[in-house]
Nanobody, 117 residues
């Protein structure tokens, strides 16, 4: 059974940092390209960063230079280090394989990130 468990969110002031974790199970972790996604209130879910099995990463312009995605294949875990947080980063954050749609049936519960001014 495919499962994602996200954690590490919270309330932080603008300019602060958080590190999100996502433990994945139910498939061969090391071969999968993963993405971190977020969904702000009233907006569609968007992918903001991805990491290939070989460690190559890509980030959306909105987070480039501030957020870093990484992975630990031994721990079946994907991370998102978020620095210089802004109020517009407030959203629920999810991880999943890259390219899945909003209708993907194995989304985790996500982790809430709230950035105050």
């Amino acid at each position: 059974q495919v499962q994602f468990v996200e954690s590490g969110g919270g309330l932080v002031q603008a300019g602060g940092s958080l590190r999100l974790s996502c433990v994945a199970s139910g498939f061969i972790f090391r071969v999968v390209t993963f993405g971190w996604y977020r969904q702000a209130p009233g907006k569609q879910r968007e992918m903001i960063a991805s990491i290939r099995s070989d460690g190559i990463t890509n980030s959306a312009d909105s987070v480039k230079g501030r957020f870093t995605i990484s992975r630990d294949n031994a721990k079946n875990t994907v991370y998102l280090q978020m620095n210089s947080l802004k109020p517009e980063d407030t959203a629920v954050y999810f991880c999943a394989p890259k390219g899945v749609s909003a209708g993907y049936t194995s989304w985790g519960q996500g982790t809430q990130v709230t950035v105050s001014t």
